[in-house]
């Protein structure tokens, strides 16, 4: 298996633009998760689905980010419109379950920077 | 104040020596602590997970103990390698499930030869 896909790797964008990454998860596995990681704050779970539905979202910081899951193999996380503040690394991540026993599978990230 | 604090922040260790790195928390049910390693550039990988039950756990050269009463747990790494550099991070879920989430920042350890 590869893995958790992410796309792109890095992005680099002006204030006020459409910022949009992808996610592809392990296939079989039924969570799906999206990760931001700056420097100050350390890793902050932003929401995550089960079954392509979404579970939790009250991590996402404003209605500037929306995430979606389409199917079993794809996922979106949306900034609009983006601002400097939103420049971190945001990380995919998926697992079998939830018991608290299973492991979660990150993926490489993408490095976003606005401008 | 965040729930889980580790220690040191940074550490520089000579390859061959040993280490252990610290992390306590306050996150209240507890269900599970989590270590994971982050190179550099890289999504953090899984290191070793522990219930309320586990006293402590080995992956290999890494080894995690937990003391549920008094909130701490450390991750021992024996004979480091370069390989070793990197942030290790520790991440306690309160409950059932994963919305509950607290995450430490991180040590970031740095072997050097």
């Known amino acids: 298996d590869a893995g958790v896909i992410q796309s792109p790797r890095h992005e680099v964008t002006e204030m006020g633009q459409e910022v949009t990454l992808r996610c592809k998860p392990i296939s079989g596995h039924d969570y799906l998760f999206w990760y931001r990681q700056t420097m100050m704050r350390g890793l902050e779970l932003l929401i995550y689905?089960?079954?392509?539905?979404?579970?939790?979202d009250s991590g996402m910081p404003e209605d500037r980010f929306s995430a979606k899951m389409p199917n079993a193999s794809f996922s979106t996380l949306k900034i609009q419109p983006s601002e400097p503040r939103d420049s971190a690394v945001y990380f995919c991540?998926?697992?079998?379950?939830?018991?608290?026993?299973?492991?979660?599978?990150f993926g490489p990230g993408t490095r976003l920077l606005v401008l | 104040k965040n729930q889980v604090e580790q220690s040191p922040q940074s550490l520089i260790i000579l390859e061959g020596k040993n280490c252990t790195l610290q992390c306590n928390y306050t996150v209240s049910p507890f269900s599970n602590l989590r270590w994971y390693k982050q190179d550099t550039g890289r999504g953090p990988v899984s290191l070793t997970i522990?219930?309320?039950?586990?006293n402590t756990k080995s992956n290999g050269r890494y080894t995690a103990t937990l003391d549920a009463d008094t909130k701490q747990s450390s991750l021992h790494i024996t004979a480091s390698q370069l390989s070793d550099s990197a942030s290790y991070i520790c991440?306690?879920?309160?409950?059932?499930?994963?919305?509950?989430?607290?995450f430490g920042k991180g040590n970031q350890v740095v072997v050097i030869p």
């Open positions: 991440v306690v879920s309160a409950g059932y499930g994963n919305n509950r989430l607290a």
């Open positions: 522990m219930t309320f039950s586990e």
């Open positions: 689905f089960n079954n392509n539905v979404p579970i939790d």
């Open positions: 991540a998926s697992s079998p379950g939830t018991s608290g026993q299973e492991t979660q599978y």
